[in-house]
């Protein structure tokens, strides 16, 4: 069913875990914990640059979210990342709390918040879940946490598709 004339995903990305994304490229078999806040952190500026583009609001095709859309479920993305990362770091197996990006879209208004805006809580939210990464060692690579749908990750997975959702990202706003 579409809401706001956008096909909700309901696509099960974690195969991105085993290999390259044929859409962005990006490939995340080899990223390891301590190296995911250095690159989010690196993806920050190209956001900032994504969200100050004249057509930030404007959809590039019907179905498909414009920058500012996509820059605002980063920031919510990052955000979310940030919470399971630290229930994992904090509890044995924690349990997700279910997240509908979709209608997260829709409650929130993705498609008319301030770009500027945006783009300084994108950057606050992306330090804040680069700063916890940091904070992975050695043994927390392997700590446990469950989607509701079941998935389970691990700290170092968890990592692994969380880095693949914020460059994708990237790559649908052609940043």
Partial sequence: MQRDGIEPDTKDWTWVLERPCPECGFSAAGIEPHAVGDAVRATLPRWRTALT????ATRPAAGVWSPLE???????VFRVFDTRLAAMLQQHDPLFDDWDQDAAALADGYAHQDPTVVAGE??????????R???VGPD???RPGRRSNGSVFTVRTLGRYFLHDVVHHLHDVRA
């Fill in 53 to 56: 583009r004249a057509d930030v």
């Fill in 70 to 76: 996509y820059g605002a479920h980063v920031r919510d």
């Fill in 122 to 131: 994108l950057e606050e939210a992306g330090a804040a879940v680069a700063a």
């Fill in 133 to 135: 990464f940091d904070t």
């Fill in 140 to 142: 927390d690579a392997e």
